[in-house]
């Protein structure tokens, strides 16, 4: 599975952006699929996940009530929607997936990865 994430771009405080990572190969339904974020000089942590039929998802701390992960298994995509958008949020977002149907923040539990798209959202 290969998957390329985009959307990405500049945004003022409080706007918001709309992430796509679109994935290739016909297992990817059946795969869970994360976002992760990467700050300037700082880890890759957890955003967002979705499992493989979108029936449960997850999402860190720092998100939760204005990210929202969902997925169109048709279209072989997984979205992270962005809204009231923080400075804080200015980061380059990856997304994962999981053969194994992971729903979990490890990011060594991914199998897959994009490349990444950046999200910088100014004050």
């Known amino acids: 599975v290969q998957l390329q994430a985009s959307g990405g771009g500049w945004v003022q405080a409080g706007g918001s952006l709309r992430l796509s990572c679109a994935a290739s190969?016909?297992?990817?339904?059946?795969?869970?699929a994360a976002w992760f974020r990467q700050a300037p000089g700082k880890e890759r942590d957890f955003v967002a996940v979705?499992?493989?039929?979108?029936?449960?998802?997850y999402y860190a701390d720092s998100v939760k009530g204005r990210f929202t992960v969902s997925r169109d298994n048709a279209k072989n995509t997984v979205y992270l929607q962005m809204n009231t958008l923080k400075p804080e949020d200015t980061a380059v977002y990856y997304c994962?997936?999981?053969?194994?149907?992971?729903?979990?923040?490890?990011?060594?539990?991914?199998?897959?990865w994009g490349q990444g798209t950046l999200v910088t959202v100014s004050s």
């Open positions: 994962a997936a999981d053969a194994a149907g992971y729903t979990g923040s490890r990011r060594d539990q991914y199998d897959y």
């Open positions: 190969g016909r297992t990817f339904s059946s795969y869970s």
């Open positions: 979705i499992s493989w039929s979108g029936g449960r998802t």
